[in-house]
């Protein structure tokens, strides 16, 4: 049996709605682990060598929780492995602003802290804050202003700082 | 799948909205562009109606299909549709919330002069359930107004049942549907579910491409659907459709739907039950044996194009039977059963149609209804139909998750099923306790 990204998105899903803590998967050698515990390390350590991806961050308030998750793969090419993303919690329009004209919520080289509020996404004219979720410096703006993000799309990348 | 199936035939742009576990499904390959809503859970992504308009609207659709599922008879969608100029596929957002509250059907189709279950208007005390239960006789039925698919509904063989279940079922349909609204039909002992297809234009012209039998039930869920209702004697078979046609023009309905009904065996009489404001997932059956598109006549209607058929048009040819194939555990309470799919191979031949978004491979997810697909045949009569069923499933190879193939396999096989002589009780009192009894394959 082989393992595709789909299977691991699925999990992580899975894991993200349901009342566990922990959740430790091995399958053909490779081992998941994810817990909601930002300390939580595997007992045991995994196998020799294998880097370990960070846990993913706990979800807050559920309606905006941004899920903040380290780039595992050296995705988007220059994107340092250590930038964490600010990804949209569900489809809707990006807005850099709190109103048209105004002054974006960040911008690159800002720092932000986890509940900063770092721009808007609008469903039907019902505008949702979506915080940042981490603490640290905006790096990259991953989408222009007044776009249709789907669920998921890396909205921003920040430092951990 | 079936829908985008169509609408490339007709040379028709589409965007397929997902929710983030169905991103990479056949269907999601299949769109033209696939936007991801939300999140797995259906709560943060099909069943937000703001999302799903959201993303129609910035993709620049001009109509939207809801599918069969989810959002499909929620009037709250439609009229969000309305409100951005956004074709609906379906019913005016008015149609579906005047079908969708039972109370209110009920009048509908007595204006029609449509045939219901002798029952009462909205009962408010326990003495006045008392009252109509000796009035109609018992066994009598309490349903929610609100209810609908066999949820929310009591049965009372007596008075001391009712006076028991009265509060009890007036509570759950506060607590299912958030309106305590309750009304009592007489209950009908032996009865088949059937119900006639149609299709409106929303100026009060309608066609129907016959009728189905869905009798083989459990818990209110179909399990085996076929066309025609060759159980109905044909004089019922024509009221029937006269019913269905004049209920559909009474209420200016557009687009398809399905007009239920009980067939009282012992009456030999039908009753109107409720209207299904969408296509439904036994819709292959009518188009088997009509050889019409129901999709395209879907699209036809909403595109402003009317029936662009008539009655005439229209003729049953033959027999088909589809049996729902689902990924649960008819030998374990029907558990459901997510997981891999190992081993897929369908079978192939004449009169044999597979609607699915499965393969192998396929990762059945554990978030939604567990179908995972339709095998529809059709023969020229119910007995080749039934013995190309028979064949279809014996050479259906699918492996990795526990489905209902077996089971169907049973019921197809039993000489009750075989000679036509079941009711939608059948499968819970009869077919479910044999299959039970039987050695696994």
């Not at chain 1, 300390?39 to 941004?66: C, D, F, N, S, Y």
């Not at chain 2, 001009?62 to 379906?90: M, N, T």
């Not at chain 2, 009592?184 to 009865?191: C, D, G, L, Y």
């Amino acid at each position: 049996m082989s393992l595709k990204p789909n299977d691991i998105a699925t999990l992580v899903e899975l894991f993200n709605t349901s009342g566990w803590e922990e959740m430790h998967v091995e399958i053909d050698g490779l081992q998941l682990f994810i817990s909601k515990d930002p300390k939580a390390r595997l007992v045991g350590g995994l196998g020799g060598g294998t880097t370990m991806a960070p846990p993913i961050a706990p979800p807050v308030a559920r309606a905006a929780a941004p899920v903040a998750t380290a780039v595992a793969e050296p995705a988007d090419g220059d994107i340092p492995a250590h930038w964490l993303k600010v990804c949209a919690p569900n489809l809707g329009t990006f807005y850099r602003s709190p109103k048209p004209g105004a002054a974006p919520f960040v911008s690159v080289g800002d720092r932000v802290t986890a509940e900063a509020e770092v721009c808007l996404l609008e469903v039907m004219k019902l505008y949702t804050a979506v915080k940042a979720g981490v603490t640290g410096i905006v790096r990259r703006v991953g989408v222009e202003d007044g776009s249709l993000v789907e669920h998921d799309t890396v909205l921003f990348y920040i430092e951990p700082a | 799948m079936r829908i985008l199936r169509t609408a490339h035939r007709l040379g028709i742009e589409t965007v397929l909205g997902v929710s983030a576990a169905d991103r990479e499904t056949l269907g999601a390959k299949m769109a033209g562009r696939v936007v991801v809503l939300g999140p797995a859970p259906s709560k943060f992504s099909y069943l937000n109606a703001n999302l799903v308009v959201h993303a129609a609207k910035a993709t620049g659709c001009d109509a939207l299909h809801p599918g069969y599922g989810f959002l499909s008879e929620k009037a709250e969608l439609a009229q969000l549709c309305e409100g951005e100029g956004i074709a609906f596929v379906g019913p005016r957002a008015a149609t579906i919330a005047a079908l969708g509250d039972k109370l209110s059907a009920r009048a509908i189709a007595a204006a029609a002069g449509v045939p219901i279950v002798p029952g009462t208007d909205c009962i408010e005390t326990l003495q006045a359930a008392r009252a109509a239960a000796s009035q109609l006789g018992y066994p009598v039925v309490m349903k929610a107004s609100a209810g609908g698919g066999g949820r929310g509904m009591f049965k009372a063989t007596c008075a001391e049942d009712l006076t028991a279940s009265f509060d009890r079922a007036s509570l759950e349909a506060e607590s299912a549907f958030g309106d305590r609204r309750l009304y009592m039909e007489r209950f009908v002992e032996r009865a088949r579910h059937v119900e006639v297809q149609v299709v409106g234009d929303g100026e009060g012209n309608v066609v129907h491409f016959g009728e189905r039998d869905c009798s083989v039930q459990r818990r209110y869920q179909k399990l085996i659907e076929e066309a025609p209702a060759t159980a109905l004697p044909g004089h019922v078979r024509d009221k029937l459709h006269a019913a269905a046609v004049r209920l559909i023009a009474e209420a200016r309905y557009r687009n398809a739907g399905t007009v239920e009904f009980l067939y009282d065996v012992d009456r030999e009489d039908v009753y109107f039950i409720e209207v299904n404001s969408r296509i439904q997932v036994e819709h292959p059956v009518s188009e088997e044996v009509t050889g019409h598109d129901l999709i395209a006549c879907q699209l036809r209607v909403a595109g402003g194009e009317g029936l662009g058929l008539t009655q005439s048009d229209i003729q049953v040819r033959g027999h088909a039977i589809e049996v729902r194939i689902n990924a649960e555990d008819p030998r374990a309470g029907f558990a459901p059963s997510p997981g891999r799919i190992t081993r897929w191979a369908p079978p192939v031949g004449p009169g044999i149609r597979l609607d699915t978004h499965a393969g192998q491979d396929y990762l059945v997810p554990p978030y939604y209804d567990s179908m995972i697909g339709k095998l529809i045949v059709h023969g020229a009569t119910r007995a080749e139909a039934l013995s190309r069923l028979q064949a279809a499933i014996a050479g259906f190879t699918l492996e990795g998750v526990r489905h209902t193939l077996p089971l169907a396999a049973f019921i197809a096989g039993h000489a009750d099923f075989q000679a036509n002589r079941f009711t939608t009780r059948w499968l819970e009192d009869t077919g479910l306790p044999a299959f039970a009894a039987s050695p696994a394959a």
